[in-house]
């Protein structure tokens, strides 16, 4: 797909400093920049590379100076990172702009879709789902039966979605990410042997979601596992039974948040962090990665450790761990002359 500097300045609101009819198919790094390729420079730390750079399209900011020819199409607009950005987002839309069923594939009789469904070869839909309108399903994607999806969500290849499931509007699910399967619940038993306890609850998703790839969200045993509105979860994250996530909290890969854990809104979770079961996490926690969490945590506390003690206090804890060998030699030392005194 290709695109004029005409083009993308009508896009960007920006103008034209070259060849308005310079095309580009791709985009690049300012210094590995080719012929037709789009580029741009918002850093001066990166100005020298606007002179030998090979892109065709280069967006800059409207008050940069050239102070040497160059050879790559300039469009001058009031913010080149945000243009950019921008220009992402839309070459983003029209490319993941699909449409129609691929075959083969299956949807069941009973299941309803709205207008611009895309659905990918070998993806099943099971009895009673109702998919929204502009739902984009690609490959390898099974969705189970009784499934409800909102409006203008895209669920990548290989996304297992089990039955019951409730996703809203907006949502993005990454490839190989599980939603609904059963959570992690046996009752011990006399002997030793565990019997598995029934998962019968189900996963809803509010709107605005974005689920990284490989991460899984169990089915409540009872009731609902759920994940507020804005959340975003990055990959290979695992959260269990009958967990809440409250509205706009961003959790970094490799996090585990165990049964029937409650967190607030607006929190920060670094990656690799351990929340134990049954806990309340108030809002705007920010927690440091590697950190074990169990207890309950109030709000806007800052966390690091494991387990986890005060932000401020772990660092002021660290200078002494550091230290500790060193302090060692001087206590054994101060004894030696003790007992030698």
């Known amino acids: 797909m290709k695109f004029t500097a005409a083009q993308i300045a009508d896009i960007l609101d920006g103008k034209v400093e070259g060849n308005p009819e310079a095309e580009v198919s791709e985009l690049a790094k300012i210094e590995e920049g080719t012929e037709g390729s789009l580029t741009f420079l918002s850093n001066p730390k990166y100005t020298s590379f606007l002179y030998t750079t090979n892109a065709s399209i280069t967006i800059v900011n409207d008050d940069f100076e050239v102070e040497q020819p160059v050879n790559t199409t300039l469009i001058k607009v009031k913010d080149a990172y945000k243009a950019f950005s921008t220009l ?16 083969p594939s ?59 499931s409730i996703i809203g509007n907006n949502v993005t699910i990454h490839s190989g990410a599980v939603i609904g399967a059963d959570g992690f619940g046996f ?26 790839a490989a ?6 045993t009872l009731g609902s596992t759920i994940i507020r509105k804005g959340v975003k979860l990055d990959n290979h994250i695992q959260i269990a039974h009958n967990v809440e996530i409250g509205e706009n909290t961003a959790i970094a890969a490799q996090t585990g948040i165990a049964g029937s854990t409650k967190i607030g809104k607006n929190c920060l979770i670094g990656g690799q962090v351990g929340i134990a079961g049954h806990l309340n996490i108030g809002d705007r926690v920010k927690i440091q990665a590697q950190s074990g969490i169990g207890r309950n945590i109030k709000d806007d506390e800052m966390l690091q450790g494991s387990p986890a003690i005060g932000y401020s206090d772990y660092n002021k804890s660290y200078i002494h761990f550091k230290n500790l060998p060193q302090t060692m030699n001087i206590i054994n030392q101060l004894e030696k002359k003790l007992n030698n005194g």
């Open 106 to 164: 299956n949807i069941s009789e009973t299941a309803k879709y709205g207008e611009g469904l895309y659905l990918g070869a070998f993806s099943y839909i099971g009895e009673q789902v109702a998919l929204g309108d502009n739902v984009k399903i690609y490959p390898n994607v099974y969705i189970g039966d009784n499934v409800k999806i909102g409006d203008n969500v895209t669920i990548f290849a290989g996304v297992k979605i089990y039955s019951e």
């Open 215 to 220: 991460t899984t969200i169990d089915r409540a």
């Open 187 to 212: 009752s011990p038993g006399e002997s030793g042997e565990y019997s598995k306890v029934p998962q019968i609850g189900n996963v809803i998703i509010e709107d605005h979601v974005d689920i990284g």
């Open 88 to 103: 992402l987002e839309y070459y983003n839309q029209i490319k993941l702009n699909k449409s129609g069923i691929e075959q």
